[in-house]
């Protein structure tokens, strides 16, 4: 990999195509940065610093939290809150939002939403984590508290989102609108490289990614597009290949790279599927589609659905165009 464009010297360079506010949202990103290369570190010597394992606590999903969500938690938070840049703060890990009100944000313009540790049940097994973020343009008056109207926008209406992926290379990968863009982190120097310009997913993909434990639990549709997925055909490389890490940022990540598609469906115990429509499938469906791909709950574009609760919960298929159509084909005939 060339060492020529650092992710901080892209962000500037880059904040001419920003509609507004180019200062602030460049801050901003540099701000996530700061806390993912935080974090990355904490990660990295979770096994040595006895930050491995549950914290005893419970988040608002009713999951257990592991010490390294609440860790990740607080480093975001602290950082964010602590450079001005946003006025307000949703996460995976706390029940309300966050109002920052102090004279330092009076006129900071953005929210951020996070899952500040993506696959947590991978933390204590050596595998691949993640970060998702996703940033909004307040809807209240600046130098006014923050709402819940300025949390629950549709995800048409995000200004960036992104993830870090704490794989065999930490990489920040992010969109504005124009395009996603990867940055491989080197250690050694402390900065994130330009190593992945302008992502696309393939035309052709041939992987799956689903917990197919809950097959039992699957409406028929999508019952029948896991058996077509199986079967031999020569054009299309069928039978497909299943890959799946329970780390959304990973199954994501490798879909987009090799092309792929992304299912959490709806189940008999879960209405509504499992992840969270504002810090989960939001970010992902914007960097989806800035990718050339396609994000549905099945039915309907992701980015259109309007939220009503923080942590609400929506069926989700992303990744290749072409495959997820080919989904959502089975479940408009089949249900
Ligand atoms: P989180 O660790 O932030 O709670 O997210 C877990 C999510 C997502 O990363 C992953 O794809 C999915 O849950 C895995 O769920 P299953 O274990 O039910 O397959
Ligand atoms: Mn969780
Ligand atoms: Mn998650
Ligand atoms: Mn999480």
């Known amino acids: 990999m060339d060492r020529h464009i650092t992710l901080g010297e892209f962000i500037i360079e880059n904040q001419k195509d920003f509609p507004y506010a180019k200062g602030e949202l460049s801050a901003l990103l540099s701000s996530i940065r700061l806390a993912g290369k935080v974090v990355n570190q ?6 040595l610093a006895e930050i491995l394992g549950k914290a005893g606590k419970e988040n608002v999903q009713g999951e257990t939290q592991a010490k390294l969500d609440i860790m990740a938690n607080e480093v ?23 109002a920052f009100d102090e004279d330092m944000h009076k ?6 939403l996070i899952d500040p540790l993506d696959g947590s049940s991978n933390i204590d097994v050596d595998i691949t984590v993640g970060t998702i973020f996703s940033i909004y343009r307040r809807k209240s008056e600046p130098g006014t508290k923050v709402t819940m109207e300025d949390f629950l926008q549709p995800g048409d209406k995000q200004i960036a989102a992104g993830y870090l992926i704490y794989g065999t290379s930490t990489i920040l990968v992010y969109t504005t609108g124009n395009g996603v863009n990867g940055f491989t982190f080197d250690p050694g120097i402390g900065s994130f490289f330009l190593s992945h310009p302008q992502m696309k997913f393939p035309e052709k993909g041939n992987i799956y990614s689903v917990n197919e434990g809950n097959y039992v639990h699957f409406p028929a549709g999508v019952k029948k597009y896991i058996k077509w997925v199986q079967q031999i055909d020569e054009n299309d490389g069928r039978p497909f290949t299943s890959r799946y890490t329970g ?9 987009m790279l090799l092309g792929g598609i992304y299912l959490y469906p709806q189940g008999t115990t879960s209405p509504n599927g ?23 709950d099945g039915f309907r574009r992701i980015l259109e659905l309007q939220p009503e609760e923080l942590h609400e919960r929506v069926p989700f298929f992303c990744g290749n165009k072409e495959m997820v159509e080919k989904a959502e084909d089975f479940l408009k005939t089949s249900g």
């Not at 975001?76 to 966050?98: H, W, Y």
């Not at 780390?247 to 879909?255: C, E, K, P, T």
């Not at 992840?275 to 549905?296: H, I």
């Open 247 to 255: 780390s959304l940022v990973a199954d994501f990540h490798r879909n």
């Open 274 to 296: 499992k992840l969270r429509l504002l810090y989960e499938c939001n970010p992902m469906a914007f960097l989806t589609e800035q990718a050339g791909g396609k994000a549905s």
């Open 76 to 98: 975001f938070i602290s950082t964010l809150k602590n450079r001005g840049e946003i006025c307000g703060l949703a996460s995976e890990e706390l029940e309300d939002f966050l």
């Open 107 to 112: 006129d900071a313009k953005y929210v951020v």
């Open 42 to 47: 904490q990660i990295n010597k979770a096994g």
